[in-house]
């Protein structure tokens, strides 16, 4: 303290920390022994001596980086390099990890191809730049191409979408030099995924149609080159060469069918080129599949195409002849018809026609058009109505199936039958067409047929929680539920009225009706008075309701609702005579019936002053 630069002190004290293994005080002193030396190179070994301390005695790497970033501050140490780059790992300080790894490229006799490589893992691994990472790659390969560590990292980047076409593009002359033709494939494909230009993709398809089959000789995965190579190239003759070729050698013409199909379907222009690949598939279906009904649609497309194509017309004539096709008996069913004159027998063809087109064809559509012929001959005709019945259901065409129902409401052969049909039309209405009011008109007609038609009042009774269509809903049940003296149902039905009643001479006749029901039909006095209750909002002054609701709170003992009730009313009164009335029978009931003398007091009080 005396004298704080004293360097025979500083030494002692250094020597004392020393034997007591007191090394924060020990470090305190080198670093105010360093501050005083001028010697860079005694000051050098001065953090040494302190970085050793911090890391091995105090385990404090953080401390121990400072001392090692002062002595690059002094010179440029090789050592405080490979201990900073060490200890940067260890503490994942990545950034300066990447400058001290950086910084060794500097040197003149330094490792670039190591030192690209490990600043390509330092960026992309721990620091989230694989694009700076592929340029320190692409370095340590152009130093050296077979780095293998550098080459198995980029390999693992093949994963990452957003660079697999720039590590493609690095690794395929690599494989290449090596012969690695497995590899080479594989950068082929990954290339081919993101080349847009039509002549670099078939020179791409082409080396890697090569490759498979005359080098690896993987004729399987040559001939998937060549399907794909042809449904970007389909004019290309030389391709279609090479998919017969392989077809025949692997005996998989199922498969050359398969892509020229596939092919086919995807082609919008109909042109000659378009016309005879599908003559040629047709030829190959017909011939080396086995597969007619293949054979039949494309060289019915080749037909389309060119009506005069004789190939065409010949080669399904002879599938035809060949074959027993359903559709060829529709078409011979459909020529008989047309060119027939007699109703009956023009009648049972368009059955048979219909049945086949349902059942054997599967085309309802076509069955549905057929049935409506049918009925142009014979309105009335039941074969073809439960026919389209069902398919326009099975058809989803609910609007024809709505028509078709109507027809038959108005062709009824007895009242059963037309409620019957009303309801199927009702439900149609609102479970598949949208329409809920048309279903609600169809079941009030239902019920103005026969009330107790138990179907349509369910129908309704779901219909009562659309807020659209409740109040309607709820007046059509209404006499309904009078009529069947439901008087449950009946007072939900007068919950559901009254929300859409504004007058109050409406709302004081409904709750009245309420509460009678309540009281006489439900045995339910305690509803009897509720529905007095809110028939008493509505008129205050109504002493009849006021009687009801005394006679009712005695019969319940509820004397307290009953004065809640009346002070509510007085608070939507302006009439000083009903309000005093009120007041005063309120403190007569706190006062006789609950014996609550302080608040009949004032309510009495109230009274004198409303008086």
Known sequence: DIAPDSMVAIEALERIYWQQEAFTSLLETLRRKTDLVQDPVEKAGLLFRQSDICEEKLEDPSLAIEAFEAILQIEENRDAVHALERLYERTERWGNLRDIVERQLEWPDANEIDLHHRMGVILSVHMGDPQSALDHFKEALRLDPKHAPTVDILESGLTDSAFREQVAEMLEPIYLAAMRLDKVQSIIKVRLEFAKDPAVRRDLFQRLGVIFEEQLEDLDAAFGVYARMFEENAEDIEIRGHLDRLGNVLDAWPRVAETYQKVLDDRLTEDATTGELARHLGRIYDSNCGNPDGAIGVFRRALAIDPADQEAFNSLEAIFHREERWEDLYNLYRDIADGQSDAEVRRNLLYHMGQLSEEKLGDRAKAIDIFREVLDLEQGDPIAIQSLDRLYYYEKRFHDLADLLRMRVDGAQNAQEQLELKYRLATLHDEHLGDRSGA???????????????????ALETMLEDADHRHRVAQILIPIYREQQDWAQLQNAYKVELEFLTEPIDRIERLRESATIAESKQSNPGAAMDAWSMAL?????????????????????????????LEKAIERTDMSSVRSGLTRLSARILDRHMGEFERAVAAYRRLLDEE
């Open 440 to 458: 609600i008109d169809l079941c009030e007609e239902i019920l103005g047929q026969d009330s107790a038609y138990l179907d349509a009042v369910a």
């Open 537 to 565: 909002m509505e008129d205050p002054s109504d002493t009849e309701v006021v009687g009801h609701l005394q006679r009712l709170a005695q019969q319940l003992e509820r004397w307290g609702d009953l004065v809640q009730v």
